[in-house]
């Protein structure tokens, strides 16, 4: 199989970047796209080029470290699936690849296809968990949750992190991201009596973290990796309403 | 003034513009009567809301609500783009977003400049008294209908005020669901129901409009 990469290679954040293009033959269908730049990366090495730069760390789509834009869409061609689990199959021989960083100002590009996500790190320091010490496993049964209750909490629990939602937003907006950390907690009874403090000071690092307002395109849940869906901003929204006007 | 407070009052606003558009499209249907029982009956309900106190406030209301409406959609576009930074080079947006929710600034835009000239056709010549003198029915009431009559069967005007009606109703149709999410409705199935109703309330709403000049036009 043979592909043309354009990538986008930036030598530091205050650098000027640009697209440029790698015809690469040898590549085989079952190679996942990391893959792909890991063979290309090593033709690089053989020409004593400098090799592209990129993030991966798990590649079974559970730690969030990887992610780009290819082919004008965050992680890919696929709906909800992370850049480690797109194959080349999901290409035809001959195709152009477009590879770009994640593009937000709140996310720099540190180099090549690497952008710094720790404004994420900074909301999730804000509250994005209890308090109290848990000490050793507790009796399951001590506080009883309904089950619809677990599950929901479970279901934003999923976000790995990885800032496709902020890639994919016009408005670079962090809202799934930071929704899904807080309504994962304040759901359940062990996170509702810090409830109003996180909710507060995480949205307040969203902002001054510089990411924009949530406008509901959808695209978000549309690319999120852990299918959160966009149900979870609005829920964020009603809490938010509530801690200001009822305390 | 933070996300919520910007985001929030744009929500609210647009909710409170999507009922009077409601009530704007139901008197409008008088028009489509015949010319006897429109002009008497359209004259006299424009008469009544004129003279009503309630709808003088709900008036004052309404500009404001459009004036908020803007300023802070172009706030918050604005602040949108600084923290966008540089765009991607491709963007295949349309594969996991709708057009009309990727565009609401130019949409709204485009409302906005027919608002102003719908305003500069009725309001400023009925209201402020500007341009050519409006003369009254048999009943004494000020000829709304015969402005309208006249504008409507200026094809240029009918054509301009028909199709204007397509950015409004794709903008209703995102707005009015991405609403009612910024102000916190997140019930799941609510959600797939206030999707269809905004679809519904778009299309009502922008053939409604859209298709009552064009019948004017041919009357």
Not at chain 1, 1 to 27: H, N, P
Not at chain 2, 11 to 23: E, Q, Y
Not at chain 2, 100 to 108: E, F, I, P, W, Y
Request: a neutral charge; one cysteine or more; aromatic letters at 10%.
């Amino acid at each position: 199989m043979k592909v043309t990469f354009k990538i986008w290679r930036q030598e530091q954040s205050d650098a000027k970047g640009a697209l440029k293009s790698y015809e690469i033959d040898g590549l085989s269908e079952d190679m996942s796209f990391l893959e792909a730049l890991d063979f290309l990366n090593e033709s690089l090495v053989l020409k004593n080029e400098k090799v592209i730069a990129f993030e991966s760390d798990c590649r079974e789509g559970i730690c969030g470290s990887c992610g780009v834009f290819i082919n004008g869409r965050a992680h890919g061609p696929h709906d909800n699936m992370a850049t480690c689990q797109v194959h080349m199959r999901s290409f035809k021989d001959g195709d152009t690849i477009v590879v770009e960083p994640w593009r937000a100002g709140a996310f720099p590009i540190v180099k090549d296809l690497v952008v710094d996500r720790s404004a994420f790190d900074r909301i999730i320091e804000q509250g994005a968990y209890i308090t109290a010490k848990t000490g050793t496993a507790a009796e399951a049964n001590a506080i009883l949750i309904p089950k619809e209750v677990a599950d929901s909490s479970m279901d934003v629990a999923a976000c790995i992190g990885c800032g496709a939602c902020v890639a994919t937003c016009k408005n670079a907006s962090a809202a799934l991201f930071v929704s899904a950390k807080i309504n994962h907690l304040n759901k359940l009874p062990q996170g509702q009596p810090e409830g109003h403090k996180r909710l507060l000071e995480m949205t307040t690092q969203m902002e001054l973290e510089n990411f924009g307002s949530c406008t509901f395109t959808a695209a978000c849940e549309m690319e999120c990796p852990a299918e959160i869906s966009i149900s979870s901003i609005a829920e964020m929204n009603a809490r938010y309403i509530k801690a200001k006007f009822f305390g | 003034m933070n996300l919520f407070f910007r985001k929030s009052i744009v929500a609210a606003t647009g909710l409170f513009l999507c009922i009077f558009l409601m009530v704007h499209v139901s008197a409008n249907i008088i028009l489509v009567f015949p010319e006897a029982t429109a002009r008497s009956l359209y004259n006299a309900y424009s008469t009544t809301l004129r003279e009503s106190m309630l709808i003088s406030i709900v008036a004052y209301l309404l500009y404001l609500s459009i004036i908020f409406h803007v300023v802070y959609a172009g706030i918050i576009t604005y602040k949108n783009r600084n923290s966008k930074g540089v765009q991607n080079t491709i963007n295949h947006n349309k594969e996991n977003s709708s057009w009309a929710s990727q565009n609401m600034g130019v949409l709204g835009m485009l409302i906005l400049i027919f608002i102003i000239i719908h305003l500069v056709n009725f309001w400023a010549r009925v209201k402020l008294g500007i341009g050519e003198t409006v003369g009254t029915d048999m009943a004494g009431n000020i000829d709304v209908y015969e402005v309208t009559f006249t504008l409507f069967h200026n094809p240029y005007y009918v054509l301009f005020y028909s199709i204007l009606m397509l950015p409004l109703g794709f903008h209703l149709h995102h707005g009015l669901k991405s609403a009612f999410k910024t102000l916190g409705f997140y019930h799941k199935k609510g959600l797939s129901v206030l999707a269809k109703i905004s679809l519904i309330y778009a299309l009502i709403l922008s053939v409604g409009f859209g298709i009552i000049p064009i019948i004017v036009y041919f009357k």
